[in-house]
Every structure is written in structure tokens, then in C-alpha cells.
């Protein structure tokens, strides 16, 4: 079968469909959106119903500098794919080395926060409800941030060899979609752990 | 038809080892062998899970029965149900899909063929790990095989107190690997219809069965995605000592129920809305007309998709919920039925005044439209909660959801197997041993489900392994273990017919019905790449403007 030949005048406008790995990257941004939307309902459910302490309001500090951190993270990716896609790779290696730190430092913010409530505050997940509900939801975050943050080391190691080019900043504009969600997630567990729930 | 094939340097493909071909279906991303294995794999579960049925029938067929133990029957509800709904129906309905999908939108494979490979051995093991259960579920304390909280696992039945052993760990895990691949496989479903669609096909241009799985699709992402994530709440309780279901640590088990019901009514139109889009293909082929109301065709599933959203504690009311919760979840019920019901009037409107040809697919059709509509009336009836405190947990939702789910789901399947089975095959299945088959498991199927309403409004209580004589429901159980022997010869000869056709049976040539889609432009089976070249379409039916060049479909359209 070759094609449908019959004689029509066909439209002249060219045959253009959106970009496999957008549609297939916001379809997968929405299952992990919900994903998380049960988590924070989870949490939200919880907050106050702990049979016995410590409490949020206890333990927990405000985590800017590594909010911050984060946040600022999703600026230097833009920047990073944006250089690439005009060409500059040594920009685009600067960029994307500094979202790797940036990320980086992240991460181990959250283990140092996690290391001080464990062993000086005697808070784990089977605690209680507050314990199990925190650890979940921050946890899943910090999942998908190592998740990202390998992603993203693989793409500086095969920058650092000389592999990257423009042509690649497609793929990396993709995944870029994923390392936002990811801070559009931790603004949302931010507000609901830190600010609301405490 | 024209149907030109590349030569490839093979010579023929079957002179090969039989190890090296077996070894190409493991290793395969080509979206037609991967179909093929999903349909495979859920034919194998689907009697594996009719075998658990027949189990517990066996043992209701009269009262005080010794044929299995209390425990052997909890264990046999909980593993028909999983193995229904998760490795039967949903990977039947996607491999249907991953086969179909490329063929009807004229492109060559799906947009991600190795996530679809993925896709397809997460939800293979996870089926192995829920029946890996009956060998590693004892774990160290002895506490028996197999997983026994039933499919929906209410808390805090699935905690370590009540459910010692690993039963329950391999039913979680089975259930969050299987979920993963679903996921997968709609994030592929739904990017291979909006990016892969050849020239010409527009939203518009689609035939329903793209349609329709593209609802599904978004109906599993927006569905199975919350059921994962409680999955992996329940893993973090019985692995880690959390206590998100622990009710005496403050944790909800109306929580769960709430989470599994957010999933578990989606899923019903995850599972039916496939079924729609066969009967929407094969309905207008054997009417010898063009769908009724295609528009509204596809402004009725994707309202029933958003709708879909938003029913899911119609299964919660027994449960307790404030006279506000009862209201909405009515109503929103209520009118669930509204775009449900404008669908089947499209159907009999498409074959009002047709030349219907009473085959073996399209039988099947039409007693989907009759027993779906019984389904849809007594879900109506369950959806009213003042009746529902009534009925809720009898033997009547049971009747009622077997009534969507086998009348409704496994009919059409049925029907699609023997609608597309000349294309995946290459030959004709038997149509004497077909109509065999379907009047064989209609007996069946009306003499279990129908008979199966009364023990319900008796006030029979579903999951009991037995009961009492004397409350008027002997006779009734009687004749419902009776219809499932008329299903399984129904099934046997389904399956006779199966392999006696792949053996013997006639060639099917590329195009068997005369029908429009672009699948049956290509040989039977289709070559590894699909199409030589792309087709370009320019309406609904581009194998009907081919045809009928002097009256194309895109004049009127």
C-alpha cells in the first residue's frame, strides 16, 4: 500500500505533529503530578493527627539557602540548553556544571537535614505519622532530584569528553522540562511541609 | 488493494532455529510482536484466573461445601480478581492497542518502541511476582501462600499484624511493577497518536479506536499513577514501619480506600473505554456504514474520561461518608450514564438501515450493547446510595460489575480477537466453531450473571466461602456454577479454534471484511516496517475513498 491517491487538492500547508519527546515528557510530568498530588494529599490529611510527638513545629527549619539553590537551579538549565542550542558549548558546559552543583548541594542539604533529625532528634519514618508522612514526601522529592542529578551528570561527563553538540539541545530542552517540574514540585512540598504544616 | 513489500536480504524467516526465533520475540521493540506477546500473555492469565473462578463456584454450588478450605477461598478471590483486572484485562486491551495503534494511524512502529519492550516485561514480571507468591509467600512464619485481602486490600488488613508473611509484599510489589508498565505504556499510547499520525490525519481524521485510546491513555496516567503511589505508601508501612494505614498510629484505612477508589473506578473506563473503540470498528464495518455521530462520538469519551475523574466513593458508600459526599458521588454517577448512554445510541444508530452481516466480531458486538446496557442500569442502581446501603458488598455488585466486565469488556474482546485475528495471523478462524463459541459462552454467561443478581437481593454478602441452606439461595448459586461450565466449554472452543486456525486455516488475504481503516491495506500480517511508504490520508475511511474513487468520503466530510 502506497498511499491514498486520489486526486484531491491537497493543502499545501507541510504535515508538522508536535515533538515526540515534548508530548511524551509532559505526559510523563502528568503521571508523576499525580504521583505526588496523592503524596501531598497524604501529608496534608496527616498534618496534626500524630498519636504522639515530636511535631513539625519541633524539628523543622526553614531550608532556604538550599531552596535557593534549587530554584535558582532551573535558571542555569535554561541557560545552559539555551547556549547550546546557539552554539556555545564551553557556555553551555559552564552552565550545566553549575546546575549539576547547584542540584548537588541540594541533595546534600536535604541529607544533612535528614542526618540531624535522625540522630540528634530521634526522628525516623516509623515514628510516627509525622515521621512516615515527611520522610515519604520529601524522600520522593530527593528521589527525583538524584534521579535528574545522574541524568544530568552523564550529560556533563559526555560534555566533558567533547560529545555534546547543538544539535543535541533538543534532548536536553526535554529533560530540562523535567528538572523544572522538579523544582515546581519542591516549591509545592515547601509550602506544605515547611510553611503550612508547621 | 495495492500492497507492495520491501525484499529483504532474508530469505524466509521460518527456515531459521527455533531457538534464534524465540530469541527474536524476547528481545523484539517491534510494536506487532509486542502486541501479540501482551494478547498471549493475558489468554494464559485469563485461565489462570477462570481456573480461580471456577474454584470458588465449585465450592458455592451448595451449601456447607468441603471442596476448599476458608483460606484456600480467600486466597482464590483475591487472586481472580488481581489477575483479572491487572494481567488479564488491561494488558489484553493494551496489546490490542500496541498492534493496532501504528497500523491505524499509518505510521511504523510506536514513538518509543524500546519503552514499549519496557512496558511490556514490567507488567510480565509483575504477573510472575503475584504468582510467585504461592511458592515464597510463606516467608518465615508459616502464615500460608498467596495473597487473601481481596483485590481492593482494605486497611488495616494488609498490615504486618493481620497479614504476616510475604503474600501481601508480593501482591503490593506485583501491583506497583505492573503499574509502572502501564504507565509506559500510555505515555506511549498517547505520544504515538498525537506524533506519529501520517499526512492528512487529522484529530479529526482519526479513526475512533486512536480516539479512544487516547482517552485511555490519559485515564491510566491520571489513574494507575495515584494507585502506584499508594503502593508504594503500603510498601513503606509493611517494609519500613510507616504508618500511613496504621489506624492505631492515627493513620486512616479510609485513607486507602479512598486512594484504591481514585484508581479503581477510572480503571473500569480504563478497561471499557478500549472495548468502545472495537465496537465502534467493528460495528460500522459489518453495518456496511460509517459510524453514526462521529463528533459526538469523541465528545462523549472524553467527557466520560473527565467524569470518570470524579465517581470514585460511589464505592465508598457503605462506608459512612457526610450526606454531602453521599449527594455529589450520586449525582456525578448519575450522570456518568449521560455520554455512556448518547455512545450506544450511536452504535444502534450505525446499524439502523444497515446491511448488518451477522459474523462471529459482530455478535459479539451486539450482545455487548445489550448486556452493557443492563450493566449500566444496575450501576445506576448501585449508584443511588440509599440503594446502595442496601445492596453494597451482596452477591448483586458482583453480578453487577461481572456484568461490565465480562458482558461488556470480554465480549468485545472477544469480537476484536476475531475481528483482527485474519490480520495477526495471516489465516481465517473457523466462523461454525466461532458462532459455537459465542452462543456457548452467551448460555453461560446469562445462566451466571444473570441468576447471580437474585442471592444478591436475597442478602447474600459477597466473599463468604459458604452458607447456610435454607435462606432461598441454593438453587440460585446451583445455576450459577452451572453457566460457568457453559463458559468454559466456550473458552475451549475458543481456544480449539485459536490454534486449529493458526494451523489450518484459510489465507485471510490483506482486507477479509471489505472495511476502511489503514491496517487493512497492508499484507496479513503486516511486514516488520508497517507500510513500504507512508500512506496519506484525506478522510475517515481512506480504504473507502481507494475504492470508491468516484464517491470519496472527503466530499462530505
Known amino acids: ?198 | 488493494m495495492a500492497s507492495d513489500t520491501i525484499a529483504l536480504g532474508i530469505a524466509d524467516p521460518d527456515a531459521r532455529p527455533i531457538g534464534e526465533r524465540l530469541h527474536d520475540w524476547v528481545v523484539t521493540v517491534d510494536h506487532k510482536k509486542l502486541g501479540i506477546l501482551y494478547i498471549l500473555y493475558s489468554l494464559l492469565m485469563l485461565v489462570i484466573g477462570g481456573v480461580e473462578a471456577t474454584i470458588m463456584r465449585i465450592q458455592l454450588i451448595v451449601p456447607h461445601n468441603h471442596f476448599v478450605s476458608p483460606q484456600v477461598f480467600n486466597r482464590m478471590f483475591t487472586m481472580h480478581g488481581t489477575t483479572m483486572i491487572f494481567f488479564v484485562a488491561m494488558p489484553i486491551l493494551f496489546g490490542f492497542g500496541t498492534y493496532l495503534i501504528p497500523l491505524m494511524i499509518g505510521t511504523r512502529d510506536m514513538a518509543f518502541p524500546r519503552l514499549n519492550a519496557f512496558s511490556f516485561w514490567m507488567t510480565a514480571f509483575g504477573g510472575l511476582l503475584l504468582y510467585f507468591s504461592f511458592i515464597g509467600g510463606n516467608g518465615l512464619y508459616g502464615a500460608g501462600n498467596a495473597p487473601d485481602v481481596g483485590w481492593f486490600a482494605y486497611a488495616p488488613l494488609t498490615s504486618r499484624a493481620f497479614s504476616p508473611g510475604h503474600s501481601t509484599d508480593f501482591w503490593t510489589l506485583a501491583i506497583l511493577v505492573s503499574g509502572i508498565g502501564s504507565i509506559g505504556t500510555a505515555v506511549n499510547f498517547i505520544t504515538t497518536i498525537l506524533c506519529m499520525r501520517c499526512p492528512g490525519m487529522t484529530l479529526g481524521k482519526m479513526p475512533l479506536l486512536a480516539w479512544l485510546n487516547l482517552v485511555t491513555g490519559g485515564l491510566v496516567i491520571l489513574a494507575v499513577s495515584p494507585l502506584t503511589a499508594a503502593q508504594i505508601m503500603l510498601s513503606i508501612d509493611r517494609f519500613l514501619g510507616g504508618h500511613f494505614f496504621d489506624t492505631q498510629a492515627g493513620g486512616a484505612a479510609v485513607l486507602w480506600m479512598h486512594f484504591f477508589w481514585i484508581f479503581g473506578h477510572p480503571e473500569v473506563y480504563v478497561l471499557i473505554i478500549p472495548c468502545f473503540a472495537f465496537a465502534s470498528e467493528i460495528i460500522p464495518v459489518f453495518s456496511r456504514k460509517p459510524i453514526f455521530g462521529y463528533p459526538v462520538m469523541v465528545g462523549a469519551s472524553v467527557a466520560i474520561g473527565f467524569i470518570s475523574m470524579s465517581v470514585w466513593a460511589h464505592h465508598m458508600f457503605t462506608v459512612g461518608m457526610s450526606s454531602y459526599g453521599n449527594a455529589f458521588f450520586t449525582a456525578t454517577t448519575m450522570v456518568i450514564a449521560v455520554p455512556t448512554g448518547i455512545k450506544i445510541f450511536n452504535w444502534i444508530g450505525t446499524m439502523w438501515g444497515g446491511k448488518i452481516q451477522f459474523r462471529a466480531p459482530m455478535l459479539f458486538c451486539i450482545g455487548f450493547l445489550f448486556q452493557f446496557l443492563i450493566a449500566g442500569l444496575t450501576g445506576i442502581m448501585l449508584g443511588a446510595s440509599p440503594f446502595n446501603w442496601q445492596l453494597g458488598n451482596s452477591y448483586f455488585v458482583v453480578a453487577h460489575f461481572h456484568y461490565v466486565i465480562v458482558g461488556g469488556i470480554l465480549f468485545t474482546v472477544f469480537g476484536a480477537f476475531y475481528y483482527w485475528f485474519p490480520k495477526m495471523s495471516g489465516r481465517m478462524y473457523s466462523e461454525a466453531l466461532a458462532k459455537w463459541h459465542f452462543w456457548l459462552f452467551l448460555i453461560g454467561f446469562h445462566l451466571t450473571f444473570d441468576f447471580m443478581h437474585i442471592p444478591g437481593m436475597l442478602g447474600m454478602p459477597r466473599r463468604i466461602y459458604t452458607y447456610e441452606p435454607g435462606r432461598g439461595w441454593e438453587i440460585w448459586n446451583l445455576i450459577v456454577t452451572i453457566g460457568v461450565f457453559f463458559q468454559i466449554a466456550g473458552v475451549l472452543v475458543f481456544v480449539v479454534n485459536l490454534l486449529w486456525s493458526l494451523l489450518k486455516g484459510e489465507p485471510a488475504g490483506n482486507d477479509p471484511w471489505d472495511a476502511w481503516t489503514l491496517e487493512w491495506s497492508t499484507t496479513s500480517p503486516p511486514p516488520d516496517y508497517n507500510y513500504a511508504t507512508i500512506p496519506v490520508v484525506e478522510s475517515r475511511r481512506p480504504l473507502w475513498d481507494l475504492k470508491h474513487p468516484e464517491d470519496p468520503d472527503w466530499k462530505y466530510e
Open chain 1, 1 to 198: 500500500m502506497s498511499s491514498v491517491a486520489v486526486a484531491r487538492p491537497s493543502n499545501e500547508s507541510a504535515w508538522v505533529l508536535p515533538s515526540r519527546g515534548r508530548v511524551g515528557m509532559f505526559t510523563l510530568i502528568a503521571a508523576e503530578s499525580a504521583v505526588f498530588t496523592i503524596f501531598v494529599v497524604a501529608y496534608i490529611y496527616y498534618i496534626g493527627k500524630s498519636l504522639s510527638g515530636p511535631t513539625p513545629k519541633d524539628l523543622l527549619e526553614l531550608p532556604i539557602f538550599s531552596t535557593v539553590c534549587l530554584l535558582s537551579s532551573s535558571l542555569t538549565i535554561h541557560l545552559a540548553v539555551r547556549a547550546l542550542r546557539q552554539g556555545r558549548v564551553g557556555v553551555f558546559g559552564f552552565w550545566w556544571f553549575l546546575t549539576m552543583a547547584l542540584g548537588a548541594i541540594f541533595l546534600v542539604a536535604t541529607g544533612r537535614e535528614w542526618h540531624h533529625l535522625i540522630y540528634e532528634k530521634g526522628l525516623t519514618i516509623s515514628t510516627n505519622l509525622f515521621g512516615t508522612t515527611y520522610y515519604s514526601l520529601v524522600g520522593l522529592h530527593a528521589f527525583h532530584v538524584t534521579v535528574g542529578l545522574l541524568a544530568i551528570a552523564l550529560a556533563m561527563i559526555f560534555t566533558l569528553l567533547g560529545k555534546v553538540k547543538p544539535e543535541h539541545s533538543e534532548r536536553l530542552d526535554v529533560f530540562s522540562l523535567y528538572w523544572h517540574f522538579v523544582d515546581v514540585v519542591w516549591v509545592i512540598v515547601f509550602t506544605v511541609v515547611y510553611v503550612i504544616g508547621r
